[in-house]
């Protein structure tokens, strides 16, 4: 009996090109995932990290607060109706260790020099508490407003005098809307206290130099 015999030839040969086009499309691929990859690495999602090294001198915070040219968004301190800590008073207000660390916070600024800034609070018990205890004074801003949203910066610009600092005691949410304003649509959110410090340039135009978080005061201090 005659077994009957397959023919494995194949009717067409393979295309040499197909390993090549495979290769290609797999180098594209993981060229794109590196381009994404090095964009989350040195896009910033936040603004410079000021208590790093000699940062409040190299990235020229120091030299523009003695000029006049910075606008300085400060978080109030912690806040007593989302803490366990005692209360300093009202419960939209500041607790106990919050009004000391608003003392700190106000003389690591006196530190750098006042006499050539100015100071707000928006309207809130806790903003104008922290800058009670930062400055032994409460001015708050203008009519019932907090100084928040997409046209913040234009409204700062508004209270701020050529030659001197503003400092605006403020909330976590309208430094969040300034940041994405100067282009950090991801930035961490603000800690209690934290300082976000922005250059005002002689054509009006901001830059955000960097945030100094509340503790790191006192070692960034020592660098200068």
């Known amino acids: 009996m005659v077994k009957s015999v397959v023919d494995l030839t194949l009717t067409k040969t393979r295309s040499r090109r197909a390993p090549v086009k ?4 797999l180098c594209l691929g993981l060229a794109f995932i590196g381009l994404l990859v090095a964009g989350v690495m040195f ?21 523009s607060w003695h000029n006049g040219d910075l606008i300085v968004l400060v978080r109030h301190e912690e806040r007593c109706d989302r803490s366990t800590n005692p209360c300093l008073g009202p419960e939209d207000g500041l607790t106990l260790p919050g009004s000391q660390s608003a003392s700190a916070l ?14 707000l609070s928006s309207p809130a018990t806790r903003t104008a508490q922290t800058l009670l205890f930062m400055f032994g004074k ?24 050529p030659g001197r600092n503003l ?15 100067l282009g950090f649509e991801h930035a961490d959110a603000a800690e209690y206290g934290s300082s976000l410090f ?17 503790q790191d005061w006192a070692t960034a201090l020592k660098q200068l």
Do not use: Y
């Open 43 to 63: 896009w910033p999602s936040s603004p410079l990290d000021l208590g790093v090294g000699n940062r409040l001198l190299t990235s020229g915070v120091l030299a």
């Open 167 to 181: 400092l605006l005691i403020t909330h976590s949410a309208c430094i969040s809307d300034f940041e994405r304003a």
């Open 198 to 214: 922005v250059e005002v340039s002689a054509d009006g135009k901001l830059k955000a130099l960097g945030i100094m978080n509340s």
């Open 138 to 161: 409460t001015q708050l801003s203008p009519g019932p407003l907090a100084i928040c949203g997409d046209a913040m910066g234009e409204e700062i610009l508004g209270h701020k005098i």
């Open 22 to 25: 495979r290769l290609k499309n």
């Open 106 to 119: 106000g003389k690591a600024f006196q530190t750098l020099g006042m006499d050539s800034s100015d100071v």
